[in-house]
């Protein structure tokens, strides 16, 4: 556990990603966005790439089971695990990844019941599942229905729902069958030129837009699940938490284009992580 200025101590978070050696995707967005907000951090990497696969091809290296399952074993029984507040599931390597994932969750519960367990379901984009099915499935069947927040993009949420979701009144159908106190949709549906993303929250749901970008690098989806979880932690309702994760997501990603990265320029940017919100719009629906 980290103080803040204010006295306040602050909780580890288990982000449990991918690990790429170039780049500002997965697990390093992860971190490097909730250690820059306070936030210690304990790492559980679920393939290393050398890059993000959308520059080309990288070669993937991915831990044993063998390996993989006392590794988080030893983390489930760690005398230290009063100290983490949250786990962060993100990009898995492996189907059998997914059990040992579970037991952790359930040790930290067991020693903590208000920890927080966002699941982030990366599994696909743009009408098709880019993990493969039996991963897919699994995150599905075992860890979505752990979570306390849940944060797919629009072809995430209705795949795993099985329906078809055309207008933001089936994504928040949808996103109630779930099942989950907390469901943060992404690339929701928005006007001509906008971005939209939606929260629901009980019977509330919130929408944060902003203007559209001509295009963006890989990671944001990452940035904003890590932004979001650590403003949830910090007790900031759903709605506030979601607009300031996509003030500071919107930010990073123009930061980018205006230096003509690849990659979301996180040190660069660090500080657009830090401040209050703008550019973008909130509302209730």
Request: aromatic share 12%; hydrophobic share 50%; net charge positive.
């Given at each position: 556990m980290t103080t803040t200025g204010s006295g306040k101590t602050k909780p580890a978070v288990v982000v449990v990603n991918s690990l790429v050696a170039r780049g500002g995707v997965g697990?390093?967005?992860?971190?490097?966005?909730l250690e820059r907000l306070g936030f210690p951090v304990w790492l559980v990497p679920t393939?290393?790439?050398s890059w993000h696969p959308g520059h080309g091809p990288a070669t993937r290296i991915v831990s044993p089971t063998?390996?993989?399952q006392p590794f988080l074993a030893d983390l489930a029984a760690a005398r230290w695990l009063s100290e983490v507040g949250a786990i962060l599931v993100g990009y898995l390597g492996d189907v059998a990844q997914v059990e040992s994932i579970v037991r952790l969750i359930e040790a930290l519960k067991a020693r903590n019941p208000n920890a927080l367990f966002l699941c982030d379901p990366v599994i696909g984009d743009h009408g098709r599942l880019f993990q493969p099915e039996a991963i897919a499935m699994a995150v599905r069947d075992r860890l979505v229905p752990l979570a306390d927040i849940v944060?797919?993009?629009?072809?995430?949420?209705?795949?795993?729902?099985?329906?078809p979701v055309a207008?933001?009144?089936?994504?928040?159908?949808a996103a109630r069958r779930l099942g989950r106190s907390e469901v943060v949709v992404t690339s929701a549906f928005a006007g001509p030129g906008d971005l939209g993303n939606l929260v629901v929250h009980g019977d509330q749901v919130h929408f944060a837009s902003h203007g559209a970008l001509p295009s963006a690098p890989n990671g944001t989806g990452d940035v904003?699940?890590?932004?979001?979880?650590?403003?949830?932690l910090s007790d900031e309702p759903p709605e506030e938490a979601l607009c300031r994760a996509?003030?500071?997501t919107l930010r990073l990603a123009e930061r980018a284009m205006a230096l003509g990265a690849d990659e979301l320029p996180l040190a660069a940017g660090q500080d657009d992580l830090l401040v209050p919100a703008r550019g973008v719009s909130l509302d209730r629906i």
């Open positions: 697990g390093r967005a992860s971190v490097f966005v393939v290393l790439l063998a390996q993989f944060t797919p993009n629009r072809f995430e949420l209705g795949w795993s729902v099985g329906t207008d933001n009144r089936a994504l928040i159908g904003l699940a890590a932004l979001y979880l650590a403003h949830r996509v003030s500071s």
